[in-house]
Nanobody, 124 residues
Framework: QVQLVESGGGLVQAGGSLRLSCAAS????????MGWFRQAPGKEREFVAR????????YYADSVKGRFTISRDNAKNTVYLEMNSLKREDTAVYYC?????????????????WGQGTQVTVSS
């Protein structure tokens, strides 16, 4: 089992930037595919970005492509989400997720472990 703790959320103006971190503990982090999801009030949790266990493959939702960057540091057991050019519609609770696999996953139901989430609020 792996435990995930997100941090780095906060209040930012539109056009600003934030970097989210997700620290993992409990198992060999490098064996896990990682993803970031978000959930806005009244909406379903949605895929944002994912990264393979090695970091060699990434994929993004169309809504964040070109603005967000997912990365990982396996030596630090941490995955990051760099968010630039933030928009009001990016406001949500952001969750990181993990699955022990070398494959790629974009769906909520494909991940085994979740963090508690970190709030990101973008003001105009």
């Amino acid at each position: 089992q792996v435990q995930l703790v997100e941090s780095g959320g906060g209040l930012v103006q539109a056009g600003g930037s934030l970097r989210l971190s997700c620290a993992a503990s409990g198992r060999t982090f490098s064996n896990y595919a990682m993803g970031w999801f978000r959930q806005a009030p009244g909406k379903e949790r949605e895929f944002v970005a994912r990264i393979s266990w090695s970091g060699g493959s990434t994929y993004y939702a169309d809504s964040v492509k070109g603005r967000f960057t997912i990365s990982r540091d396996n030596a630090k057991n941490t995955v990051y989400l760099e968010m630039n050019s933030l928009k009001r519609e990016d406001t949500a609770v952001y969750y990181c997720a993990a699955r022990p696999s070398s494959r790629y996953y974009n769906r909520v139901d494909e991940y085994d472990y979740w963090g508690q989430g970190t709030q990101v609020t973008v003001s105009s």
